[in-house]
C-alpha cells in the first residue's frame, strides 16, 4: 500500500474517516501502525494529503485527514485507453494498470477476435471493476479514478461514442494504434504532449484489417510498439511507458527552448 485510497463512503465527518477490511488488516498487521501514527493517504477523484490514525479497534480504524497545501497535478499528458475487452483474468489487471497509471478513460469494446463469452462476466459490473481500479490507485500513488465503460460494437462505438466525444474536446487528439507490422515506432509519430492521447489496445489476436483500416482513417496512427508479440496488459504498460518518456523528453526539450 504506496497510498491508503480514502474514498466518500469512509467519511463519516469533515476530515474523519473510517476504514475497515483489507485496509485495517494492512495498517495493522503489516504497516504496523497505531493510534497516532501517520500514513499518505489520498480521496478518490481529490486531494493527497497525510492521515492520523484517531482510533483503531477490532472492527475499525478511524482517521483525521489533513491534504497536502501543494496538491500533486494531474498525469501529463492526459492519456485515454480503448481496450479490445480480454479474458476476464486480463481485464483484473488492465483495471489495475489503469488505476496505477492515473488513466482517465479506459473503454472496453467489441473486436473480430473478442470472445462473445467474455461479455457474460459478471467482473463487468461496475461495483466489481471499482476495487481493482482503486488497487491501482493505491499501487501508484494516484487519487485519478478511471472512468470505465464497456462496448458491445466495434462501429457503432467509434460512431456514436469516440467521434463525438473526441469532437467535443477542447484540444485535438493524439491517437495512436500500436501494430507489429507497422514501420515506424512511437517517437516517430509521436507529437507534443500539450493535448488528450488515446492508445488503441488490440485483442491477444490483434486487430484485423478492417478494424485497422477503420481506425486509420479516423486518425490513427500506427506504430510498432515491440520487437516481440505481447499479451494486452503488457502492450498497455508498454505503451504507458513509452508516452511517458517521450512526453518527458519533450518537456525537457521546451524547457531548455
Same mark, same amino acid.
Given at each position: ?6 474514498? #466518500? ?30 500514513? $499518505?493517504?489520498?480521496?478518490? &477523484? ?7 490514525? /484517531? ?13 497536502? /497545501? ?25 483495471? &489495475? ?6 488513466? $482517465? ?6 473486436? &473480430?477476435?473478442? /470472445? ?64 507489429? /507490422?507497422?514501420?515506424? &515506432? ?24 478492417? #478494424?485497422? #483500416? ?44
Amino acid at each position: 500500500m504506496n497510498l491508503l485510497i480514502l474514498d #466518500e463512503s469512509d467519511r463519516i465527518s469533515e476530515n474523519s474517516f473510517r476504514v475497515s477490511g483489507n485496509r485495517q488488516d494492512h495498517i495493522i498487521r503489516v504497516l504496523k501502525l497505531g493510534t497516532n501514527d501517520q500514513i $499518505r493517504a489520498g480521496i478518490v &477523484n481529490g486531494s493527497i494529503g497525510s492521515a492520523k490514525i /484517531e482510533r483503531s479497534d477490532k472492527t475499525s480504524i478511524t482517521l483525521n485527514f489533513v491534504a497536502d /497545501e501543494n496538491q500533486l497535478p494531474d498525469p501529463i499528458p492526459c492519456v485515454d485507453i480503448i481496450c479490445a475487452l480480454p479474458r476476464p483474468q486480463t481485464v483484473r489487471k488492465v483495471l &489495475n494498470l489503469a488505476g496505477t497509471w492515473g488513466v $482517465r478513460k479506459l473503454d472496453f469494446i467489441r473486436a &473480430n477476435r473478442v /470472445e462473445k463469452s467474455y461479455y457474460h462476466s459478471p467482473l463487468l459490473q461496475p461495483d466489481k471493476m471499482r476495487p481493482y481500479l482503486l488497487e491501482g490507485l493505491s499501487q501508484g500513488k494516484q487519487t485519478r479514478l478511471s472512468l470505465v465503460s464497456v462496448h458491445e460494437r466495434f462501429k457503432p462505438y467509434f460512431e456514436d461514442v469516440f467521434i463525438p466525444n473526441d469532437s467535443a474536446d477542447s484540444e485535438s487528439s493524439l491517437k495512436l494504434l500500436p501494430h507489429p /507490422e507497422a514501420e515506424s &515506432n512511437l517517437s516517430q509519430v509521436f507529437q507534443s504532449t500539450n493535448r488528450r492521447i488515446v492508445v488503441a489496445i488490440g485483442p491477444e489476436g490483434g486487430w484485423v484489417d478492417f #478494424e485497422i #483500416e477503420f481506425m486509420m482513417e479516423l486518425g490513427f496512427s500506427c506504430f510498432r510498439l515491440a520487437r516481440p508479440v505481447l499479451r494486452v496488459e503488457s502492450a498497455a504498460i508498454a505503451a504507458l511507458s513509452q508516452i511517458e518518456l517521450l512526453s518527458d523528453f519533450d518537456k525537457f526539450c521546451s524547457e531548455r527552448n
